[in-house]
């Protein structure tokens, strides 16, 4: 562990403390300080505070993330036309790309409702939603936000189109289980 402050007050300056020292300030024993430091102990959250101050720097900058854990791969799903990606800063939160070429079904039954929140935008194409009883034509450029208690489904209009879907935990699962239960239904070839 770099023992020196990330930021704060004493920012300007470098400024480094033995194993002791932080010890010390920080008002733990060198031995836990050691544990968490080789990573043998986690730290729980009144220890972060605690060591935050002993550092004299802000909570937030002691446990920003990384910088070489910044880059994240998709998951691809080529069943489904789609790539995923994990929001690792709030899991359970996915971001999708997704190119559709057909319209969105036509037969209620295909139409769902989920705990959850989606936001997509279209990366290109126009997209017709279907929100309960409405419909939205979503062209280029354009994003849309909304509750998925209500009955849902997207689809191309004319030509394919590219979306980009940002899916909460619940709206995540819910598609998820409408996915197992499509696949529940179909036929067995």
Do not use: Y
Not at 61 to 79: C, F, H, K, R, Y
Not at 181 to 187: D, F, H, L, Q, Y
């Amino acid at each position: 562990m770099d023992r020196s402050p990330p930021g704060g007050a004493g920012s300007d300056r470098l400024v480094r403390w033995s194993l002791e020292e932080l010890a010390s300030r920080a008002r733990v024993s060198q031995s836990t300080l050691s544990r968490i430091e080789n990573g043998q102990r986690r730290l729980a959250l009144d220890q972060l505070v605690t060591l935050a101050r002993a550092l004299d720097t802000s909570l937030d900058q002691l446990v920003e993330t990384a910088t070489d854990d910044v880059v994240s791969n998709p998951m691809i799903d080529g069943a489904h036309g789609l790539m995923r990606w994990p929001i690792k800063a709030e899991p359970g939160m996915s971001v999708v790309r997704q190119r559709m070429t057909d319209p969105p079904p036509d037969n209620p039954a295909r139409v769902r409702a989920h705990p959850g929140r989606e936001w997509l935008v279209v990366l290109f194409g126009t997209a017709i939603l279907l929100l309960g009883n409405r419909r939205f034509r979503i062209e280029t450029n354009q994003a849309a936000e909304f509750p998925t208690m209500l009955p849902h489904a997207i689809g191309a209009e004319g030509k394919p189109c590219e979306i980009l879907g940002i899916f909460d935990r619940d709206a995540r699962r819910g598609h998820q289980r409408g996915e197992d239960v499509g696949k529940a239904n179909r036929p067995s070839p």
